[in-house]
């Protein structure tokens, strides 16, 4: 009985390790170019801001505005995901991975504005996410050739 | 009804998945670089075929099931194993010294795990088959995962640049913690039908997100460049 209960908590905690793992590996992929700041630009996103604030200053931060500014990113950025220059107009799997690791971050965030621990490392990992998926639809607006228009002005127009 | 499509969908798509992926693998002749995964995808095809069949046509709780599940699970197994041994060998292609502790040591693992699963005969002998097959099967699985999760501390130590490497171990962790956890459950619960019926979906759904990793790992990730040691060599381009 005791070894069965090691095995399950050994397990569920190896299954949580690599699912995040994973996660990490996908986002830590390079990029030719950083588009996201363009991305963020064209659509007054937040997160490069908060993440400069986080990691160069460690300001304090407002947590009820934090997570509606996150959330707000994420609906934008996956909006962006699905519809701006993509043919399929789906989600592919290391996209929808990642959004199931963004909520689950999110929720990860609640628990620690909850227990009193520090917030920062869970910000940082979503800032992370929002990232890549601006890098991803900025890669993919820049392969998209609309004639003097720069990526930033075919989002504007979207 | 809707748990049942749901459970089919997930079946039909794993298997179009693993033949998809060993048709992408020949296609692009990396018969040599993958050949871990080429074999360890078509044991998996195999018996997950074989079990449908048998399930098909004698009915999921026949005896012949049992002994199809059971026979196609050994040489699974035994896949699995030779997988994480494959992955070992591709993480120490450089440092030969390492290669020759870790090959002994993976070689006691399954000695230790025969060793343990027979010495609990002693108690089972009137169902000697199915109680050595189930046991062995269970510990072996478990015995790959703790390997599987020791060879991405490796890859970490080592400082591996084989970023698609990494990324396939993620996968085999994924497929092994989640049904290891889902058999655990079913055993402490000592049979429950809410966690026996958990077991297969956990099952299915981790062997799918194995796939998917695999599947990006395999077309988006390139393997790393091996330079040779010796300066008199030209480079070698793995990708």
Known sequence: ?158 | MDSSIASYVLQYSGYLIEGGLLLYLAWTKQWKKQRGIIFYLTALLVAELGRAYAGCEYGLSSRQYFYVYWCTDFPLVLSTFLLVWLFFRRACCQEERMWRYIRLVLALAVLLVAGISAATLSSNQHSLFSFFTVEFNQNLYFTCLVLNTLLYILLQQIQSTDEQLGLLVCGVGVQFAGPAAALALDHLTGGEQFAQSLVPSIMRLCTLGMLLVWGYAITHVKASKVVSRNPVLAEIHVD
């Open chain 1, 1 to 158: 009985m005791l070894v069965a209960v090691l095995i399950l908590i050994l397990s569920t905690a190896l299954f949580f390790f690599y699912f995040q793992v994973t996660c990490q590996r996908i986002l830590g992929r390079q990029f030719d170019r950083e588009y996201f700041q363009s991305i963020a630009n064209a659509n007054r996103l937040e997160f490069p801001s908060l993440r400069k604030s986080l990691e160069e200053f460690d300001a304090p931060l407002d947590y009820s505005r934090l997570r509606m500014m996150l959330k707000c990113d994420f609906l934008a950025l996956t909006y962006l995901l699905k519809n701006a220059a993509n043919v399929n107009q789906r989600y592919s799997h290391e996209e929808r991975l990642l959004i199931l690791y963004f909520r689950w971050q999110f929720l990860s965030l609640a628990l620690r504005r909850l227990l009193r621990l520090r917030e920062n490392k869970a910000i940082l990992k979503l800032t992370a996410v929002l990232q890549y998926f601006a890098n991803v639809v900025g890669e993919r607006v820049n392969a998209v050739k609309f004639g003097n228009l720069t990526a930033a002005d075919y989002l504007l127009n979207l």
